[in-house]
């Protein structure tokens, strides 16, 4: 009887222990299980982000590759890359992760998905792009730059300067402070900096050319000599503006009679381009357009400002919500690219002595904006106020600190960000537009 | 029935009772192990599940289906501060299709306070709720035992950010999440260093989470 009972605790502890034990062995399991699925799952994770970032090397080096790699193997598990253009010129990129790990408390093989689209980055992006940067030029506490900012030369800051968009640079930067009279070296980038970025400068006036010959205008002397164009823009109250045009040949001083056109029926997918020659610039413009006018080895391809050259509407206006912030105006439904193939001038007129508007995105190819005959005896000629952004080759002088000339003011035009002027000037490189992981 | 016999019952209760002292003492012992176990694997799992959450979503900031609507991701972090974040992302169609349906979206993280009438009844008095909300709708609570919520950010330059500009951009490029998770209804009484329970405190640090759309275009 004794013996029974010592039988049935021992098979009654036995039992206890075992439940006891198995919920522990249990829970232990489930955590370690908890641990290595999230593991997996970011190993996983790291591994389709690192077929993306494999593929966007490639296009970077070379824009023209497509193609695929299937069950590439990488970091225990494999890749599959798909490389497709799509809508002419846009690049999608999946990358597809497979790992075998645990997920879901069992031992199986999962997929991770990323996805990238790249575009062709224009030029009408940039806020301010200078391709060469002055060796001695330095931006200062007290600068703004607005909107995204490029350099192929090194960024040289004085002080903080603030930059309101994204930084890149080629040549990287150089942050000197606590001199002159301005405070420790701390630019501030506030849409991030990242170098070495290379964005080469280029300009493919083929390109420009062949758009106006096919739904646009393009202006070009029979007897080959190169040719001055005058466009007045102007709004009419209609839809669709006119805009009035004369030319002479270049270097002779009369002007053929001014033509009124619609724009819609000038050019209707509004590129205007002067083959060799200059361009003289002034109005209120209608539409979306790119103008700009080609040179001839080193003459010509001036785009000469006579006057304002604006929106009927401003494209940016005060945020009621950040005083001191701009917001785009939501009404402004106008455009303007101006590509001259040298340099922007402000000619030195009545017009321009009494501050100067312009809304576009004007690319200098073989200069920079300037003002005709600017030297420190000018007079001052009030503010240059730029509504759209600035490309040039290298930055040019526009006023003196004794007030000669202008007071530059640039405010990126946010509508760049994500629609261009017909045509206007493309990088040759990518840049990635969206990422999904 | 003699005094022997006395001696054999009055020593057969002495050990009876000790033994059952010992099974007692032991049964006790089970239960709490067994609830230290489970409430340390309740633990673990509540962190992973948020840890999985923010990944997913902060993973997103300045993504969009539709990628012209979010123009510059660089402006995607709308408020940041030590312990809530509202960024401009595109939450998923469903579980399924984790890709959005193109419309940007606000998505907002913030941590409530131990004081909230909805921690106001749980045993640790330390615990506080993760917010996450979505556009307008009803904010989507948990309480996973979440006692610290802390956010840090940091520049292009790797320095942090102590002082957020007025309005985006902000300039941040990635950020530190530091997140600590105890039990909300542990075994026996409050343990040592301020720690409530028993069970351990689980502690989880990202130090550089990246979103890559906060650095591209």
């Known amino acids: 009887m004794g013996g029974k009972a010592i039988l049935l605790v021992v098979i009654a502890f036995s039992l206890m222990f075992s439940v006891v034990n198995f919920n522990s062995s249990n829970t232990t399991t489930r955590a370690v299980e908890n641990l290595s699925e999230y593991y997996s799952r970011t190993n996983l994770q790291n591994i389709a982000a690192s077929g993306a970032n494999m593929a966007a090397n490639i296009i970077f080096k070379d824009p023209t590759w497509t193609g695929s790699f299937t069950k590439l193997p990488f970091q225990g598990g494999y890749i599959d890359i798909n490389v497709t253009k799509f809508a002419v010129d846009k690049i999608k990129i999946t990358s597809t992760g497979y790992l075998t790990g645990i997920y879901d408390s069992e031992i199986k093989e999962d997929t991770s998905l990323v996805k990238i689209i790249l575009e062709p980055s224009s030029f009408s992006k940039f806020g301010y792009y200078t391709n060469k940067w002055p060796s001695g030029g330095y931006l200062v506490t007290g600068d703004t730059v607005d909107g995204p900012f490029h350099t192929q030369g090194k960024l040289l800051t004085l002080g903080s300067p603030v930059f309101m968009g994204k930084v890149t640079t080629k040549g990287g930067i150089s942050s000197i402070g606590n001199v002159y009279g301005y405070g420790p070296a701390d630019p501030e980038f506030l849409g991030g900096y990242e170098s070495p970025v290379d964005v080469p400068f280029t300009l493919n006036t083929t390109k420009i050319k062949d758009a106006g010959n096919y739904d646009g205008k393009v202006f070009q002397d029979a007897g080959g000599n190169a040719l001055d164009v005058r466009l007045v823009f102007s709004d009419d109250g209609s839809s669709i503006g006119t805009v009035e045009y004369s030319t002479r040949v270049t270097g002779t001083s009369t002007w053929s009679t001014p033509v009124t056109a619609k724009l819609d029926t000038l050019a209707p997918n509004g590129v205007i381009w002067n083959t060799k020659g200059n361009l003289y610039l002034s109005g209120t413009v209608n539409g979306k357009y790119t103008v700009g006018t080609g040179k001839s080895s080193s003459s010509y391809g001036y785009v000469y400002l006579e006057d304002d050259i604006v929106y009927r509407d401003s494209p940016l206006i005060s945020d009621p919500a950040n005083p001191g912030y701009t917001i785009t105006n939501p009404d402004c439904a106008d455009m303007l690219g101006v590509v001259a193939e040298k340099q922007v001038v402000v000619k030195d007129n009545t017009a321009n002595r009494n501050n100067i508007n312009i809304h576009a995105s004007l690319f200098n190819y073989d200069g920079g904006i300037t003002v005709e005959g600017i030297s420190p005896s000018k007079p001052n000629m009030g503010t240059m106020k730029i509504l759209g952004g600035l490309i040039e080759n290298e930055a040019q002088t526009t006023g003196y600190t004794n007030g000669a000339g202008y007071r530059q003011v640039i405010k990126f035009d946010k509508r760049f960000e994500t629609t261009t002027p017909p045509y206007f000037p493309a990088t040759e490189t990518y840049e990635i537009v969206s990422w999904f992981e | ?217």
């Open chain 2, 1 to 217: 029935m003699g005094f022997s016999t006395l001696i054999d019952i009055l020593g057969s209760s002495l050990v009876g009772g000790l033994i059952l002292l010992i099974l007692f003492r032991m049964n006790d012992s089970t239960v709490e192990n067994s609830y230290l176990n489970s409430g340390e694997m309740i633990v673990q799992s509540n962190l992973l599940s948020i840890i999985e959450l923010l990944e997913h979503d902060f993973r997103k900031i300045g993504y969009c289906e539709d990628y012209d609507k979010i123009p510059n991701p660089a402006t995607a972090i709308i408020e940041a501060t030590d312990t809530s974040i509202s960024f401009k992302t595109d939450v998923a169609i469903d579980e399924d299709v984790q890709t959005g349906d193109g419309n940007v979206d606000i998505l907002k993280y913030w941590v409530g306070s131990p004081t909230d009438s909805e921690v106001a009844g749980t045993p640790n008095p330390k615990d506080r709720i993760l917010y996450r909300q979505v556009n307008s709708e009803t904010p989507l609570a948990a309480n996973l035992g979440l006692t610290q919520f802390n956010l840090k950010y940091f520049d292009d330059d790797g320095e942090e950010i102590h002082t957020m500009p007025s309005a985006p951009p902000l300039g941040i490029i990635t950020l530190q999440i530091d997140v600590t998770v105890e039990n909300t209804a542990s075994y026996g009484d409050a343990a040592d260093e301020d720690v409530y329970s028993k069970d351990k405190s689980a502690f989880w640090r990202q130090i550089r989470l990246s979103a890559p759309g906060l650095s591209i275009r």
